[in-house]
């Protein structure tokens, strides 16, 4: 009970400290600038697209992960947690090895469709999506091992198809977790800092995040980036609250 | 950052040593009662930690191990990063003994703070654009930044070399947009490193430390756009004559001869 008391301060002394150094008389202009709601608009957008991306790739991966056997399974497994330990500087120089202009795919990309993903939005949702993915895919895996088979082997004898019987029979039993993990990447994505002002860079409108515009703004105004971190958090506890109740009601 | 990183990476060991250096220093007397005072009192006065800005991070390091050399039992721990933060971490209590900045705006932050008195310039630093070595946009003046298929990049308004470089742009009458506003000078370099942008201003000094990796080109609108370098040892400093012989060192003809070799104009 005390540990769990300790815990808690722990994680919400910081918020507090956050709110009490708030300059709340200037709040209101500072809030007005069009650069922050512009920072805002593109963290929201781009976390979202992230998190779509993530579920497209991620589900199917983690299918992969749980249900079929092949060799090499666990190192892969392992592989797909790296994101999760590398520091995410160093996850967006290697995007940047990788995908960069004269990276190893990135130099294909550029010469076969023109395509360059350093500076550009697509390029922040690159490096959430690669920081985020391991949230989704850690999490429906779970979700699918602790599914009884059963039902899936029922469903299959009496007739339906795999398509069928994922839609109706594995979807409906993963779906808490493939929910839990879509939150998670989305926090995840929307908080991302690192890995975007390493890959993708720093310009107001195109790649620059709300974590981005914060940090630069501790360097010159600590009061605008106290305003800037507890819009973030306001809204985004805003909308994981409003989704949850969606989902409480619609289950 | 990566570069940032690997300091970091060497700093932490060093801060351990100094922790358990000290705290043997401690262990060394268990029957003097008052053991841990003197322990404290030589640790003062044995240890020098200097903020820097992260642009003085080669010529630093190589004046703290001739300042070590000359006064023997002496340790120098450096923290280097943005001038802005250091400003910030110091005003915010952070035990410090000498304050180097990279421009007049980040010292005046601890200067109205009361943290220091009385800085000196000591050296001033100029902007060169930088170029990866094949300089694949052929850019060789300022001019040629213009040019929307040029991918530039700039630091950010926010820190000085971003505030140097909008000063140059200005004086010289042009209008660049860049891909990116990076958060520091080593950042912006990296990009130029990667080959990621065809060019960047950047401090010259960053661009000799860069070695072969980038080339330089002057250009005359740098003149009105010069940054100074002021130093000053911090009030509350835990060790105040190691502070001032420190800074003595860096405003001396040796210390002159390291940071001009290094690319910076003497002030």
Same mark, same amino acid.
């Given at each position: 009970?005390?540990?769990?008391?300790?815990?808690?301060?722990?994680?919400?002394? $910081?918020?507090?400290?956050?709110?009490?150094?708030?300059?709340?008389?200037?709040?209101?202009?500072?809030?007005?600038? $069009?650069?922050?709601?512009?920072?805002?608009?593109?963290?929201?957008?781009?976390?979202?697209?992230?998190?779509?991306?993530?579920?497209?790739?991620?589900? $199917?991966?983690?299918?992969?992960?749980?249900?079929?056997?092949?060799?090499?399974?666990?190192?892969?497994?392992?592989?797909?947690?790296?994101?999760?330990?590398?520091?995410?500087?160093?996850?967006?120089?290697?995007?940047?090895?990788?995908?960069?202009?004269?990276?190893?795919?990135?130099?294909?990309?550029?010469?076969?469709?023109?395509?360059?993903?350093?500076?550009?939005?697509?390029?922040?949702?690159?490096?959430?999506?690669?920081?985020?993915?391991?949230?989704?895919?850690?999490?429906?895996?779970?979700?699918?091992?602790?599914?009884?088979?059963?039902?899936?082997?029922?469903?299959?004898?009496?007739?339906?198809?795999?398509?069928?019987?994922?839609?109706?029979?594995?979807?409906?039993?993963?779906? $808490?977790?493939?929910?839990?993990?879509?939150?998670?990447?989305?926090?995840?994505?929307?908080?991302?800092?690192?890995?975007?002002?390493?890959?993708?860079?720093?310009?107001?409108?195109?790649?620059?995040?709300?974590?981005?515009?914060?940090?630069?703004?501790?360097?010159?105004?600590?009061?605008?980036?106290?305003?800037?971190?507890?819009?973030?958090?306001?809204?985004?506890?805003?909308?994981?609250?409003?989704?949850?109740?969606?989902?409480?009601?619609?289950? | 950052?990566?570069?940032?990183?690997?300091?970091?990476?060497?700093?932490?060991?060093?801060?351990?040593?100094?922790?358990?250096?000290?705290?043997?220093?401690?262990?060394?007397?268990?029957?003097?009662?008052?053991?841990?005072?003197?322990?404290?009192?030589?640790?003062?006065?044995?240890?020098?930690?200097?903020?820097?800005?992260?642009?003085?991070?080669?010529?630093?390091?190589?004046?703290?191990?001739?300042?070590?050399?000359?006064?023997?039992?002496?340790?120098?721990?450096?923290?280097?990063?943005?001038?802005?933060?250091?400003?910030?971490?110091?005003?915010?209590?952070?035990?410090?003994?000498?304050?180097?900045?990279?421009?007049?705006?980040?010292?005046?932050?601890?200067?109205?703070?009361?943290?220091?008195?009385?800085?000196?310039?000591?050296?001033?630093?100029?902007?060169?654009?930088?170029?990866?070595?094949?300089?694949?946009?052929?850019?060789?003046?300022?001019?040629?930044?213009?040019?929307?298929?040029?991918?530039?990049?700039?630091?950010?308004?926010?820190?000085?070399?971003?505030?140097?470089?909008?000063?140059?742009?200005?004086?010289?009458?042009?209008?660049?947009?860049?891909?990116?506003?990076?958060?520091?000078?080593?950042?912006?370099?990296?990009?130029?490193?990667?080959?990621?942008?065809?060019?960047?201003?950047?401090?010259?000094?960053?661009?000799?430390?860069?070695?072969?990796?980038?080339?330089?080109?002057?250009?005359?609108?740098?003149?009105?756009?010069?940054?100074?370098?002021?130093?000053?040892?911090?009030?509350?400093?835990?060790?105040?004559?190691?502070?001032?012989?420190?800074?003595?060192?860096?405003?001396?003809?040796?210390?002159?001869?390291?940071?001009?070799?290094?690319?910076?104009?003497?002030?």
């Amino acid at each position: 009970m005390v540990l769990a008391v300790v815990g808690m301060a722990f994680l919400v002394l $910081p918020l507090a400290g956050l709110l009490v150094r708030a300059p709340w008389s200037t709040m209101p202009e500072r809030l007005a600038e $069009p650069q922050v709601l512009e920072a805002l608009r593109l963290s929201l957008v781009t976390a979202t697209i992230a998190t779509a991306v993530c579920l497209v790739l991620g589900v $199917p991966l983690a299918w992969l992960l749980a249900r079929v056997s092949f060799p090499g399974r666990r190192l892969v497994r392992a592989l797909v947690t790296i994101p999760l330990v590398l520091p995410p500087v160093v996850g967006g120089v290697a995007l940047l090895l990788v995908l960069g202009r004269r990276g190893l795919v990135g130099q294909w990309l550029e010469s076969a469709f023109g395509i360059s993903l350093p500076f550009t939005t697509a390029g922040v949702v690159v490096a959430e999506a690669f920081v985020a993915m391991p949230f989704l895919v850690i999490s429906v895996e779970g979700a699918l091992r602790a599914a009884d088979l059963r039902y899936e082997e029922a469903a299959a004898t009496l007739g339906a198809s795999r398509w069928v019987v994922f839609r109706r029979v594995t979807m409906p039993l993963i779906a $808490p977790g493939i929910v839990a993990g879509a939150v998670l990447c989305w926090a995840r994505a929307l908080g991302e800092f690192g890995a975007t002002i390493t890959f993708a860079g720093n310009f107001p409108g195109r790649t620059q995040t709300m974590p981005l515009a914060v940090y630069l703004a501790l360097e010159t105004e600590p009061d605008a980036a106290i305003v800037l971190s507890l819009l973030l958090l306001l809204v985004s506890v805003a909308i994981l609250a409003g989704l949850r109740d969606r989902w409480v009601t619609s289950a | 950052m990566l570069r940032r990183l690997t300091r970091w990476a060497v700093a932490a060991p060093v801060a351990l040593a100094l922790v358990s250096g000290l705290s043997a220093c401690g262990s060394d007397e268990p029957g003097t009662s008052a053991s841990a005072s003197p322990a404290a009192s030589s640790a003062s006065s044995s240890a020098l930690t200097v903020f820097a800005a992260a642009s003085l991070t080669e010529t630093f390091t190589e004046l703290g191990k001739t300042f070590e050399a000359a006064n023997p039992g002496v340790k120098v721990t450096f923290n280097f990063g943005s001038s802005a933060t250091l400003a910030q971490q110091i005003t915010q209590g952070a035990p410090a003994d000498v304050f180097a900045a990279a421009s007049p705006a980040t010292m005046k932050t601890v200067t109205d703070a009361s943290m220091a008195a009385a800085p000196t310039t000591f050296v001033r630093n100029k902007l060169e654009i930088a170029v990866p070595p094949d300089n694949p946009a052929k850019v060789d003046e300022l001019k040629d930044l213009t040019d929307s298929k040029v991918k530039v990049a700039l630091c950010a308004e926010q820190v000085p070399c971003g505030a140097a470089a909008i000063k140059a742009l200005d004086a010289a009458g042009l209008k660049v947009t860049p891909v990116t506003l990076e958060q520091d000078v080593k950042a912006t370099l990296t990009k130029v490193e990667l080959g990621e942008v065809d060019a960047a201003l950047v401090y010259k000094t960053d661009v000799l430390s860069a070695g072969g990796k980038v080339t330089g080109i002057d250009f005359p609108e740098a003149d009105k756009a010069i940054n100074d370098y002021p130093i000053a040892p911090l009030t509350k400093a835990p060790a105040p004559d190691l502070a001032k012989k420190f800074v003595d060192l860096v405003l001396s003809q040796q210390g002159k001869d390291v940071l001009v070799k290094a690319g910076f104009e003497a002030a």
